[in-house]
Nanobody, 116 residues
Framework: QVQFVESGGGLVQPGGSLRLSCAASGFIFSADNMGWYRQPPGKSRELIALITPTGGSSYYLDSVKDRFTTISRDNAKNTVYLQMNNLQPDDTAVYYC????????WGQGTQITVSS
């Protein structure tokens, strides 16, 4: 079955960086767009970054575009990454990956807390 396992979150000071990873299984990873989502405390989950199957194109939510370095993928490892720079307290959230074209079951996510 479709499954996503996110990792790489943690506690970071403002201005810090983190790299998230998501291992996917249960579908033909290389054939699908992949996305990173986040859910801040008390708010809805939102799509913040998307990458096309070959990695040739990517798209970002405007509010994160200037600060998040890149979404990338390794189709040989069925893994998608999100490099985040200049993290701010508003980035505190649980981060998830999924397949935007046909959402699968949500993983446990990875918590990012940005605080001094």
């Amino acid at each position: 079955q479709v499954q996503f396992v996110e990792s790489g979150g943690g506690l970071v000071q403002p201005g810090g960086s983190l790299r998230l990873s998501c291992a996917a299984s249960g579908f033909i990873f290389s054939a699908d767009n992949m996305g990173w989502y986040r859910q801040p405390p008390g708010k809805s989950r939102e799509l913040i970054a998307l990458i096309t199957p070959t990695g040739g194109s990517s798209y970002y939510l405007d509010s994160v575009k200037d600060r998040f370095t890149t979404i990338s993928r390794d189709n040989a490892k069925n893994t998608v990454y999100l490099q985040m720079n200049n993290l701010q307290p508003d980035d505190t959230a649980v981060y998830y990956c999924n397949r935007p074209s046909s959402l699968g079951p949500w993983g446990q996510g990875t918590q990012i807390t940005v605080s001094s």
